[in-house]
């Protein structure tokens, strides 16, 4: 099964993110890719392919890196984009309790290298990707909704809860809910 470990926003940051997506150049192609309103999350670790047999270890893995993991406040804010050609993902950014967030990230992904599990590599940089326009936008239409982005800022909130997430992919790629930890009110 194909996993990772998320933070998901509440519905009204999500709301408040849609309302501003929907003014984006992105929403107006055809064929841009946007996220799924109710897909929306930071990903903190992405597993890829587990065995259906190492699935307990996965969760006694975040169930330790998250036991004394705090709450941290955050804010969706800015954007920017990444790749480039059909790789080009636009995202936007995350503020507030930052380094937090990265502890948490980086606790999770030392659990699961410790019990020999698999884990994306690649450092953490908080984000939420909210379209993936690929070569179907314009490098200017990008820019701009890069620009447009910039000045974003969304409600603050407090991430509560790490969760356990298969995704499945496909056409469009369906996300279910596996295990959730409950993540220790801020300071």
């Known amino acids: 099964m194909r996993l990772f470990a998320a933070i998901y926003p509440p519905a009204v940051v999500v709301a408040d993110l849609t309302a501003r997506m929907k003014g ?9 890719r946007l996220a799924d309103p109710a897909n929306l999350h930071l990903t903190l670790a992405f597993l890829g392919e587990v065995p259906d047999d190492r699935l307990a270890d996965v969760k006694r893995a975040l169930a330790s890196a998250t036991r004394t993991a705090r709450s941290p406040r955050l804010c969706l804010a800015g954007g920017g984009c990444f790749g480039e050609g059909r790789s080009t993902v636009l995202w936007v950014d995350v503020r507030g ?22 884990c994306d590599d690649k450092p953490f940089r908080a984000h939420l990707t909210i379209a993936r326009p690929g070569d179907r936008v314009s490098e200017a239409d990008v820019r701009s909704d890069v620009h447009t982005l910039h000045d974003y800022a969304g409600p603050q909130w407090t991430a ?13 790629p369906r996300y279910t809910p596996v295990a959730a930890w409950a993540l220790a009110a801020g300071s």
Request: glycine share 10%; proline share 2%.
């Open 160 to 172: 509560g809860e790490v969760l356990l997430i298969r995704s499945h992919l496909g056409r469009t």
């Open 24 to 32: 984006l150049r992105v929403a107006a192609a055809s064929h841009a």
């Open 97 to 118: 309790e930052v380094e937090a967030l990265d502890a948490l990230a980086l606790s999770i992904r030392d659990g699961l290298r410790e019990a020999g599990l698999p």
